[in-house]
T-cell receptor, first 113, second 112 residues
Framework: NAGVTQTPKFQVLKTGQSMTLQCAQD?????MYWYRQDPGMGLRLIYY???????DKGEVPNGYNVSRLNKREFSLRLESAAPSQTSVYFC????????????FGPGTRLTVL | GENVEQHPSTLSVQEGDSAVIKCTYS??????FPWYKQELGKRPQLIIDIRSNVGEKKDQRIAVTLNKTAKHFSLHITETQPEDSAVYFCASPGSGYSTLTFGKGTMLLVSP
């Protein structure tokens, strides 16, 4: 039982390059979330998926796209990376409605040069 | 949307002292208040949470108190230990389905 996994762990991109961050969970949770974490800014929600087949914008969606591939997988895509997207990205899952525990993946550290 | 403010941003204590971190929220309808701990280089993990139908909850050395009238909640850590050193985040429900709005975090340093 791996919980929530993310790939890659680290990535360096040049401005304008694209990449996809992968998140997978084996907890049979319905809802999945993508956050970015910057120093002094806490965790900010980028996009989320309440259930398979649905996605919604969070607080900071600009420059990102997401795909809920199936119940297990939720990917985050940067089409044209910018230095402002340098951050640590966390995926999280929640099992039920109403503010239950969020389980986080180990994170992806992304640097955009 | 919900606004969560967290204070202080950094907190240094001596081992054995108590530590208190406070958060305020804006949405009076919020009913769930979790606290997450993030050790250096690790993922955030839930350490304690409280729902709006109670005023206090304890789990060994940690406790959370909630004042719904004043719209604030606090994390209390007693008899601090060096392994309590971490960044602590408070949160409250966001505007989306099962979303959370997080505070900006408090870096707690416990010196031996």
């Amino acid at each position: 039982n791996a919980g929530v996994t993310q790939t890659p762990k680290f990535q360096v991109l040049k401005t304008g390059q694209s990449m996809t961050l992968q998140c997978a969970q084996d907890m049979n949770h319905n809802s999945m979330y993508w956050y970015r974490q910057d120093p002094g800014m806490g965790l900010r929600l980028i996009y989320y998926s309440a259930s398979e087949g649905t996605t919604d914008k969070g607080e900071v969606p600009n420059g990102y796209n997401v795909s809920r591939l199936n119940k297990r997988e939720f990917s985050l895509r940067l089409e044209s990376a910018a230095p402002s997207q340098t951050s640590v990205y966390f995926c999280a899952t929640v099992t039920t409605q109403g503010g239950d525990t969020q389980y986080f993946g180990p994170g992806t550290r992304l640097t955009v040069l | 949307g919900e606004n969560v403010e967290q204070h202080p941003s950094t907190l240094s204590v001596q081992e054995g002292d108590s530590a208190v971190i406070k958060c305020t929220y804006s949405d009076s309808a919020s009913n769930y208040f979790p606290w997450y701990k993030q050790e250096l280089g690790k993922r955030p993990q839930l350490i304690i949470d409280i729902r709006s139908n109670v005023g206090e909850k304890k789990d060994q050395r940690i406790a959370v108190t909630l004042n719904k009238t004043a719209k604030h909640f606090s994390l209390h850590i007693t008899e601090t230990q060096p392994e309590d050193s971490a960044v602590y985040f408070c949160a409250s429900p966001g505007s989306g389905y099962s979303t959370l709005t997080f505070g900006k975090g408090t870096m707690l340093l416990v010196s031996p």
